[in-house]
């Protein structure tokens, strides 16, 4: 009877093993998905820009298991001050105010407490999952020329793809304010731990009041 029973807790170790990757790109896919720009107004937006925000770059690791459970119960709605897309990569998620864990962990972070969009640089930073098409993933596909698209509900900031490259993650410059409107985007070039980051740069070339019409098109 004893080794009938610790033949199973074998096999449920084994499973929850074997399937842990699965489990936890599931709770990723949920986390991201799970929340829109749309479900929010303006206004609130605009509060929560204005809120503080924890920036704890040293804290952030490779979403474990526990990281990925702890994620899903620390997510702050009032973190969340608008949205981005990519058409071309298939790329929509909302900008969460702070870099940390949990913010990472529901979609793209913002890097510096004085961004603003449209305006200098805008960094943002997020997760490249084993699952290419889950967080900020899918950036790795982004082609020089794609458009990137930014909103806080009040207006559409259109960007232009301008450069692409793979830094070390020592050059964090690439996060300073700049003369010129950009955005710049930043996610691990691999999957696993890397020293190592992609990072898309983009021209401002267009600011607009946000529509109905092109809210439904790029951040439903």
Do not use: W
């Not at 720009?37 to 809120?51: C, F, G, H, L, P």
């Not at 509900?153 to 690439?174: F, G, P, W």
């Not at 304010?177 to 950009?182: A, F, R, Y």
């Amino acid at each position: 009877m004893l080794k009938k029973t610790i033949a199973i807790i074998i096999l449920i170790i084994g499973l929850v093993l074997v399937l842990s990757p699965f489990i936890k790109s599931g709770i990723v896919k949920y986390l991201s998905e799970r929340d829109s720009v749309t479900n929010y107004s303006a206004e609130t937006i605009d509060k929560n820009q204005n809120r503080d925000a924890t920036f704890d770059f040293a804290s952030v690791e490779l979403p474990s298991m526990s990281s990925v459970v702890k994620g899903a119960t620390d997510y702050d709605k009032e973190a969340v001050v608008g949205s981005i897309a990519i058409p071309s990569v298939d790329l929509s998620l909302m900008v969460l105010k702070g870099t940390n864990t949990a913010n990472l962990l529901a979609g793209a972070t913002t890097m510096r407490p004085d961004q603003v969009m449209g305006k200098g640089n805008y960094p943002l930073a997020g997760h490249h999952m084993r699952n290419g098409s889950m967080l900020l993933g899918p950036l790795m596909d982004v082609k020089e020329g794609a458009k990137v698209y930014l909103t806080d509900l009040t207006n559409l900031y259109t960007y232009e793809v301008t450069k692409t490259e793979v830094i070390k993650d020592t050059e964090v410059s690439v996060i300073d304010e700049t003369k010129e409107p950009q955005i710049t985007l930043i996610t691990c070039d691999v999957a696993t731990e890397t020293d190592q980051r992609f990072v898309a740069i983009g021209k401002l070339v267009s600011t607009e009041k946000l529509t109905k019409e092109k809210e439904d098109k790029y951040f439903k």
